[in-house]
């Protein structure tokens, strides 16, 4: 039956479109270490990785989206997965930027921070992936999703606390003050990655209630 | 041509119940956005005509309720006034049972023609206003607490979720509407069945399409068109407008409907579980308007969501005024069309207990020293009459309205010529034709010497005792004997 089919077909690329973003975190998080090991060629590998992944969500993201409205599919929640897909697109996006810049900039981590540096993109890798596990249960189980979105906050709150600390420690230290901004900006660079992921939790949360109305 | 105006308001009834009834079958889906309102008017208008057209051909011997009608200027203005209140209490976007319309029309005209109006049918519409809504909403409760554990079990994908909700709204709301036409195109069409302008078409031998289905089929255009044209306002009331409905929950509650009409009203289950030594559902009076309206609210409070008190006591009262309504209306319009325009919208009926009546009675037993005054007159007025037997006999009233239904004057005869040309010898069986041939050429003065007569020429015409089993026998035989009732009067057809 075509209605079916389609629907299937419609399941399968929105599931695909999380595996890419939980993909793109975890080459966020192989990105980030491999910068901190100065593996250069490691380091452009994911740089060329998580830009195919981001435009292969991009892409999955504007067809489920167009398909959805085109056939007004799910009616009640349409609002509420077109928001949950676009926001959940903005993670990856992040991560792109992130890395990105790293390329760009190259900052200068000194071996005291890099401990640091990589506690924080493993938290802010494992927010992401948190959320992409409660996306995915809101299509199939609403009532699991807070089991996963507790799991989101839990590694926001830890990134929170790793970059808190590292952020001290960096303006403690002897380095002088434009690298020591730089850092910080670095620091937070990292973190937002955790930080979108709880906004899109946070939205999540409600999309959850209305789903188990 | 007069037919065609008269059966112009057949189709003006047929356009309201299409504007008003598509609403119990669709409304849910519409209002949820699950199902476009075209895609559902379509759908809902092509199987309202199939319905109509294949199943509700059956009823065709039958009258419909406008039957009780007994000339057919009656037929013309009862049927406008049932439409014009329903058409009313669409334009406010209020859910009604077209069928309630109907019968309040038919009371008015009642009153007009000083005919006896049947209280059962009173209980009847007031029993379908409380009991059907009641039903409807306990049986979309346990749907729902039903269909809520195997989600939780199953746990489909969303989209899946959708598309098979999706599905069920198209599919329960297409066999809804089958019966919708199948069930009503009697009431809308049956009255005009006898002066049908329609001769049967053949299809190059392929197949034949009888006057009465083509008649029906026009019907049932008309039902469509009401849906295309008008049905969306109340869609909105019943898919939104009285409470916030999602999805799920629009499916469970046109299941409801639909399991309420079919367990509380189906005749053929109760016949089937009643042969199977299985226990019967009690049939109550049900309209699909009420339960329809009972599964949303029941659904609501129960899962505690907001229902919109003030359209459900317009809706209420919607409810209350139709059958009121209606027959004010129709009241009104038949002394117009009498006075007026000079249409015949009764004709008299005669009672007379004659020696005849006396013989019967005596064998029945009923007998009463009141009665004397009575014997060998001819009455006009039957209200008048029944309440004279009330004031002057000491019977009650199941045996008054047998003194009045034996007193019934008329005059049929068994003819030769209705018998080749009238008579559907496909309905009527080959023991009860064998019967009827036996009795040829004989005329009556009442009805019930002529069922007597059939009765002692074959068991064919006999009524079975009155057991759920032998109901659909003796319902089959009692629309026999008015098909045979109607066809076979001489006195109506010289008019």
Avoid at chain 2, 164 to 182: I, K, M, P, Q
Avoid at chain 2, 369 to 390: C, H, I, K
């Amino acid at each position: 039956m075509p209605l079916f089919r389609k629907s299937k077909v419609l399941a399968k690329q929105i599931d695909d479109f999380l595996d890419t973003v939980a993909e793109g975190a975890l080459v966020f998080r192989a990105g980030v270490h491999a910068y901190l090991d100065q593996d250069e060629e490691g380091f452009a590998q994911t740089i060329a990785q998580i830009d195919k992944l981001e435009s292969r969500a991009d892409k999955l993201s504007r067809e489920v989206e167009s398909y959805l409205y085109r056939r007004s599919l799910i009616p009640e929640h349409r609002g509420d997965v077109l928001g949950l897909l676009e926001n959940t697109d903005n993670i990856i996006d992040r991560i792109k930027t992130s890395l990105h810049q790293f390329s760009v900039e190259q900052p200068e981590i000194p071996a005291q921070f890099e401990k640091g540096f990589g506690k924080l993109a493993s938290a802010s890798c494992e927010a992401a992936e948190a959320l992409v596990a409660a996306a995915r249960a809101f299509f199939r189980d609403a009532e699991a999703v807070k089991d996963h979105l507790y799991k989101v906050h839990h590694f926001e709150k830890e990134a929170d606390q790793v970059s808190d600390s590292l952020k001290r420690n960096i303006f403690a230290s002897d380095l002088d003050l434009a690298h020591k901004i730089h850092l910080r900006y670095f620091a937070l660079n990292v973190e937002l990655v955790s930080d979108r992921a709880e906004e899109v939790a946070d939205r999540l949360a409600i999309y959850a209630i209305k789903r188990n109305i | 041509m007069e037919i065609l105006i008269f059966l112009s308001s057949g189709l003006f009834l047929g356009w309201s119940l299409g504007a008003n009834d598509a609403a119990n079958v669709f409304g849910t889906a519409v209002g949820t956005r699950m199902v476009k309102f075209n895609t559902a008017a379509l759908v809902c208008s092509v199987f309202i005509v199939l319905g109509a057209t294949i199943s509700g051909a059956g009823a065709a011997h039958t009258l419909g309720r406008l039957g009780a009608v007994n000339a057919l200027a009656g037929s013309f203005t009862v049927a406008l006034a049932a439409a014009l209140t329903t058409f009313w209490m669409t334009r406010l976007g209020l859910p009604v049972s077209t069928s309630q319309s109907i019968v309040g029309a038919i009371i008015g005209w009642n009153f007009y023609a000083s005919a006896v109006t049947d209280t059962a049918s009173l209980t009847k519409i007031v029993t379908t206003w409380v009991a059907c809504p009641l039903i409807s909403a306990f049986i979309a409760v346990i749907l729902f607490t039903l269909v809520r554990w195997v989600l939780r079990v199953a746990k489909p994908h969303l989209l899946e979720l959708d598309a098979f909700t999706r599905l069920g709204l198209l599919v329960v709301g297409a066999f809804g509407s089958y019966s919708l036409g199948a069930n009503n195109i009697a009431n809308v069409m049956g009255v005009f069945v006898p002066d049908s302008p329609f001769s049967d078409l053949d299809f190059f031998g392929l197949f034949t399409v009888s006057g009465v289905q083509q008649l029906f089929f026009l019907g049932a255009l008309a039902i469509g068109v009401g849906v295309f044209t008008y049905s969306e306002r109340v869609m909105g009331t019943v898919g939104g407008g009285l409470a916030r409905i999602s999805p799920v929950p629009a499916l469970i509650i046109v299941l409801a409907q639909s399991i309420t009409l079919f367990l509380f009203a189906s005749e053929g289950l109760e016949h089937f579980l009643a042969s199977n030594g299985l226990p019967t559902f009690p049939l109550v009076p049900v309209s699909s308007s009420q339960a329809v309206i009972g599964a949303v609210v029941g659904l609501s409070l129960f899962k505690g969501g907001h229902i919109r008190y003030r359209v459900l006591g317009e809706i209420s009262l919607g409810w209350i005024t139709t059958p009121l309504l209606a027959g004010v209306v129709a009241f009104l319009l038949l002394f117009v069309m009498d006075n007026v325009f000079d249409q015949q919208v009764n004709r008299v009926q005669e009672f007379a207990i004659d020696p005849a009546v006396s013989v019967e009675l005596e064998l029945l037993d009923i007998d009463d020293p009141g009665l004397d005054s009575f014997r060998n007159q001819v009455f006009t007025n039957p209200a008048y009459l029944r309440m004279e037997l009330f004031r002057n006999t000491g019977l009650a009233e199941p045996q008054v309205d047998r003194v009045m239904d034996l007193a019934r004057l008329g005059h049929w005869q068994i003819s030769p010529q209705v018998m080749a040309q009238e008579l559907d010898k496909h309905w009527i069986n080959g023991e009860q034709l064998a019967a009827l041939r036996l009795l040829e050429g004989r005329s009556f003065e009442h009805f019930w010497q002529m069922e007597k007569a059939l009765r002692e020429a074959s068991p064919a015409w006999k009524s079975r005792p009155g057991t759920t089993r032998n109901k659909p026998w003796n319902k089959e035989l009692s629309s026999k004997l008015s098909y045979l009732e109607r066809i076979f009067r001489l006195d109506e057809k010289d008019d």
